[in-house]
């Protein structure tokens, strides 16, 4: 499983806010905020503040995907069971 955090960064921009406005409001750490930026995870805590701190739930500002595509679903499958 994959997680963008792309919703974040769109919501971010309709607001008209930056990065440091969104760490000083929510009160997460620079090292939070850059692991949102790559993408990476992050504790649940983390995201609840951000959600609160934006007025939203965690769906508005991330995504979790399936590491393969739809179409290589075969080849993921063959590749994950090691065939």
Same mark, same amino acid.
């Given at each position: 499983?994959?997680?963008?955090?792309?919703? +974040?960064?769109?919501? +971010?921009? #309709? %607001? #008209?806010?930056?990065?440091? #406005?969104? %760490? +000083?409001?929510s009160g997460i750490s620079s090292t939070s905020l850059a692991k949102l930026g790559k993408d990476e995870s992050v504790t649940t805590n983390v995201l609840v503040k951000v959600c609160t701190a934006l007025d939203c739930n965690i769906g508005d500002i991330m995504d979790i995907s399936d590491d393969c595509k739809k179409n290589e679903k075969k080849n993921c499958r063959q590749e994950q069971t090691g065939q």
């Open positions: 499983m994959r997680v963008s955090y792309k919703k +974040l960064w769109k919501m +971010l921009i #309709d %607001r #008209d806010m930056s990065k440091t #406005d969104l %760490r +000083l409001q």
